[in-house]
């Protein structure tokens, strides 16, 4: 399984929300840059990178931070917020994502989002599939849509998708355990997918609860940054 570190960014600092509340803001580093030289320092690989902001604003606005981890490290990141148009999915690659995720357009342009997925390709444009109870969650979390999740991930797999980033909004920060039971239901129900846990990882043993429910990757925020798991205990994982 994949250990995917997370930083979310809002005025070029590292924060964390809990539950996707922009109101329950907690900023653990100013200098995103050597968070992710950290991560990299210790072995790992990847890198989930949001910018909240640009969720909020509709298109990337910290893409000077992007550039400088890509520049300052080896990292393969995957970038989210903001991602609307042709012209800011150039711009986040170009900048330097190996990965981009698309979350509340996936859901309002479905269209838009099959034409990326057979431009760029599975392994380019992940979906992310924000979730609270049944529901995909759109407009960085603020509002319920239609689609179940179950729907979401069988049509996107239909349209190419491979690779899903499903976040519990409800559990997103707050570090009290990972939705172990939407992820077994999730991999037997859809055994082709590649999903990546998002949203309550708190202990090592989460983790080991989640590779042996066979998830592909799971991202670990907020837990990293408050030392219930520290980065050497991460190490058998590598």
Request: hydrophobic fraction near 45%; aromatic fraction near 8%.
């Amino acid at each position: 399984m994949e250990i995917i570190p997370a930083i979310d960014l809002v005025n070029g600092h590292c924060v964390r929300l809990s539950a996707g509340d922009f109101a329950r803001q907690t900023t653990y580093d100013s200098d995103p840059v050597a968070v992710a030289r950290r991560f990299a320092d210790a072995g790992l690989r990847r890198l989930h990178l949001v910018d909240l902001d640009g969720a909020r604003a509709g298109q990337p606005v910290n893409l000077a931070v992007l550039e400088a981890i890509a520049r300052q490290t080896t990292l393969d990141i995957d970038a989210g917020g903001g991602i609307q148009t042709q012209a800011a999915l150039t711009r986040v690659l170009n900048a330097g994502a190996a990965h981009v995720t698309a979350g509340s357009l996936a859901v309002r342009e479905p269209a838009t989002v099959h034409a990326w997925l057979s431009q760029y390709g599975a392994d380019t444009v992940f979906l992310g599939a924000d979730f609270k109870g049944e529901h995909i969650m759109v407009n960085a979390w603020a509002e319920q849509s239609l689609l179940t999740l179950a729907g979401f991930i069988a049509s996107y797999l239909a349209a190419g998708g491979t690779t899903f980033i499903c976040t519990d909004v409800s559990k997103d920060g707050l570090l009290q355990g990972p939705s172990l039971a939407t992820y077994k239901t999730l991999v037997q129900q859809f055994p082709s997918a590649r999903f990546i846990a998002s949203g309550g990882v708190t202990t090592v043993a989460d983790l080991e609860a989640l590779a042996e429910a066979g998830m592909y990757g799971a991202i670990i925020g907020k837990a990293l940054y408050e030392g219930t798991i520290a980065l050497p205990d991460l190490r058998p994982f590598l």
